[in-house]
């Protein structure tokens, strides 16, 4: 019993310690298409790069650089990148349709009166924000080109080269 009790405590410290790696000021809260609270410390730790692209149903720029997202997101292995597209329209109608055009493979919230762009200091769209799997910002005001750069770099590990 001691033993599942350790294993459970492990568990809940381990995700408590993901959710509490990115800094409160980085952290918001917005609505998923299903009506779900999401926090943005819920996508972290599960893989190498979390990027935030702020963007809205009626931007002619950030809809192509969705289509951009979608090829760099298909192209990268499994675990690479996590993606969390956070809509400041403020006509939900308008955002539910541009999702159904998109069809974005990873999650969508809608800023709503959460006011998330505000901690980021968004001023323009598209606005794309980039973190390590610890949460540590590495870029704001990114352009695509910089964000693929950084999630594209290869993760060859070192291997011993054949032994004659």
């Keep these: 019993m001691k033993k599942y009790l350790f294993l459970l405590l492990a568990v809940v410290l381990t995700a408590t310690s993901f959710a509490q790696s990115l800094d409160a000021q980085y952290d918001f809260k917005a609505t998923t298409p299903d009506g779900r609270e999401l926090y943005l410390h819920e996508l972290m730790g599960k893989t190498d790069y979390v990027l935030v692209d702020f963007w809205a149903s009626w931007c ?74 610890n949460g540590n910002l590495l870029g704001a005001r990114l352009s695509l080109d910089e964000v693929k750069a950084k999630v594209s770099k290869s993760q060859k590990k070192f291997t011993f080269p054949d032994q004659p």
């Design 60 to 133: 002619g720029p950030c809809r192509r650089a969705i289509q951009e997202l979608k090829q760099l997101y298909a192209s990268l292995p499994a675990g690479r990148l996590e993606i969390l597209s956070c809509s400041v329209d403020q006509d939900e109608t308008k955002w539910r349709k541009a999702l159904a055009e998109d069809n974005m493979p990873w999650p969508q919230v809608f800023e709503g009166d959460n006011y998330c762009s505000g901690k980021y200091n968004v001023q323009y769209i598209p606005h794309l924000v980039l973190f390590d799997k």
